[in-house]
């Protein structure tokens, strides 16, 4: 069993900042500094250490639809035997954008996005009932997205 990573600890000015990122992540360091009370250069310092150690990313989200991609799907899948390498070979396919083992009916849980409904076809017999130890799938095509959010804050 791995142990979970000891969590890190932020002082209130760091988690002021993630929050300020997380509301725009193109609010510039200078604003952010305004807003937490430290100069452009430490806000930038603070968001580089918190990057570098994996407490957070800062990325542009999209919209897979307004990309061409008018397919997306959570795939339920129960394996058989070594979870964590099908999920590693999940996580290694471009559509798979999001893996994560889990409890319950199913071992593993994979968001794709595809272009169309070939390609998830495609997609779900080619490659992923493919993979040694997928004993099977449930897909749950997605029909509309309600809600994506990751402004949910810090401890």
């Not at 129960?78 to 999920?87: F, K, P």
Request: proline fraction near 3%.
């Amino acid at each position: 069993m791995s142990a979970r990573p000891k969590p890190v600890q932020l002082d209130e000015v760091s988690k002021a900042i993630v929050e300020q990122l997380q509301t725009d992540g193109r609010r510039s360091y200078a604003e952010i500094g305004k807003a937490v009370g430290l100069s452009e250069a430490a806000v930038r310092q603070r968001v580089q250490k918190l990057t570098d150690a994996g407490v957070m990313q800062v990325v542009a989200v999209t919209d897979p639809m307004q990309l061409g991609f008018y397919r997306q799907a959570m795939i339920g899948i129960r394996v058989t035997g070594d979870t964590t390498a099908v999920a590693e070979t999940l996580a290694s396919i471009p559509a798979v954008d999001y893996v994560v083992l889990t409890a319950g009916s199913f071992d593993i849980l994979a968001e794709v996005v595809c272009e169309n409904d070939d390609d998830l076809i495609s997609l779900l017999n080619t490659r992923i009932r493919g993979i040694e130890g997928v004993a099977s799938t449930e897909t749950f095509v997605y029909l509309r997205l309600q809600k994506q959010f990751y402004n949910w804050g810090t401890r």
